[in-house]
């Protein structure tokens, strides 16, 4: 049976060509081509309603089996980098979301968050609907749940313009401005209950200003390496990726 194949969901506004160090790091990984959902600017900005994760989840789901039925695999690794992380919550369910069932349950064996706002204290409506309707690792144990943060800055309401940011953001967040986070998400919001957590130093949310972030190649190494527990006959070669960099 080959093995299982990777699908990434970018974040917000995010496109293809954000993720093109990101990309070919995990097919050295899995030996697979690996496939990304072509979610565009416009589905993002319709990305706050209902009918905005509705036409997200469909391109997801027609990725999904597309990438399955190229490599006779049975379920797929999906990869959801910060909002893409929390879509694909919704999109394991078996209930109908807007009329549509997805159950992508019975195609996805594990579930890679990156940075992904789970904790939503005072955040859209859409994401915390997804922590009432699907708590911490919903489907588990069908399904593998593992959730990376990025420590890369400390929320300060007195320290530089972007500590203070940072603080306002994450407190939006989470309830606490004064804690670590990726500069976009605290660590607290990223991690989820019930899933394998994993905290890496010194990483960011995004790639701005050239910053080391979960999409870099050594960082794709390291949270790939750490989700090996819960990824099915998973069988790259990690050592490509550990030289200094």
């Not at 194949?5 to 993720?19: E, K």
């Not at 893409?84 to 019975?106: H, K, M, N, Q, T």
């Not at 050594?218 to 990726?241: H, I, K, M, S, Y």
Request: net charge positive; glycine share 12%.
């Amino acid at each position: 049976m080959p093995r299982n194949p990777v699908v990434i969901l970018g974040g917000s506004f995010a496109t293809a060509r954000d993720y093109w160090e990101m990309r070919p790091a995990l097919e050295k990984l899995t030996r697979l081509p690996v496939w990304f959902v072509p979610v565009t600017r416009l589905d993002w900005a319709l990305g706050l309603t209902g009918f905005g994760w509705a036409r997200i989840l469909r391109k997801l789901d027609r990725t999904v089996r597309r990438t399955l039925a190229a490599t006779g695999a049975s379920k797929v690794v999906l990869v959801g980098h910060s909002s893409g992380g929390v879509i694909g919550r919704v999109y394991l369910s078996p209930r109908p979301f807007r009329g549509r069932v997805y159950a992508g349950r019975d195609m996805v064996s594990c579930l890679i968050t990156l940075g992904s706002p789970h904790l939503n204290r005072r955040g859209s409506f859409m994401r915390r609907w997804v922590e009432r309707k699907y708590p911490g690792a919903y489907f588990a144990p069908g399904v593998q749940y593992v959730a990376v943060a990025g420590k890369g800055l400390l929320g300060d309401r007195n320290g530089k313009s972007e500590e203070r940011t940072a603080f306002r953001v994450y407190r939006r967040l989470c309830g606490r401005g004064d804690v670590w986070g990726d500069a976009t998400v605290p660590v607290a919001s990223a991690l989820l209950e019930g899933a394998l957590p994993v905290v890496l130093d010194r990483v960011f949310h995004s790639p701005r200003n050239g910053r080391r972030w979960y999409g870099n190649t050594r960082t794709v190494g390291r949270w790939w390496d750490a989700a090996r527990p819960c990824l099915p006959d998973e069988g790259g070669q990690l050592d490509l990726f550990l030289t200094k960099s």
